[in-house]
């Protein structure tokens, strides 16, 4: 069986250390600015979220609370809000890139998986076969990575040969 490779990569030590640094930097500008929520917050939190669909609707809001200040309820700080809006407005792009990064390097690390696991299953296949036809040294090697497949039939595992 001919094996496809899916993606054919490779990163210097150079590429990996400007990489390293650049993540570095961005951390280093958003650690004091991001939240980690909990996953029950997140639950919560993402119901009531304001998506990029809903933007015109705050705009409304915001325009209407300019229009008629006598409506706003004193409880609301408006230049705190007005910062939210231009946090958020900031944040979106930055955000969309980084998923689009992320989901670069996601798909990239998939088809790089698929090729490891489909050379690895394949060396599996031969030592398996090799170790049916009792060829020295293979059955230690095949029950070793048969433990990846617990649920296989053990009848079809060869015995040990004594020349092993």
Do not use: H
Not at 140 to 160: S, V
Request: net charge negative.
């Amino acid at each position: 069986m001919p094996l496809d490779n899916m993606v054919a990569i490779s990163f210097t030590p150079q590429e990996l250390a400007d990489l390293n640094n650049a993540l570095t930097s961005i951390e280093a500008t958003l650690k004091a600015k991001m939240v980690n929520l909990t996953p029950e917050e997140r639950n919560r939190y993402a119901a009531v979220s304001v998506s990029t669909e809903r933007a015109p609707w705050i705009e409304k809001c915001r325009s209407y609370m300019n229009q008629t200040p006598n409506l706003v309820p004193g409880y609301i700080n408006l230049p705190r809000l007005d910062a939210d809006i231009r946090a958020r407005n900031d944040i979106i792009p930055v955000l969309n890139r980084v998923k689009s990064i992320w989901e670069g390097l996601d798909d990239t690390n998939v088809l790089i998986g698929v090729d490891v696991y489909t050379n690895c299953l394949s060396f599996y296949r031969s030592v398996k076969a090799a170790a049916q036809a009792n060829v020295p040294g293979s059955t230690t090697i095949y029950e070793d990575l048969a433990r990846q497949f617990p649920g296989k039939n053990t009848a079809e595992r060869p015995e040990p040969s004594s020349t092993e």
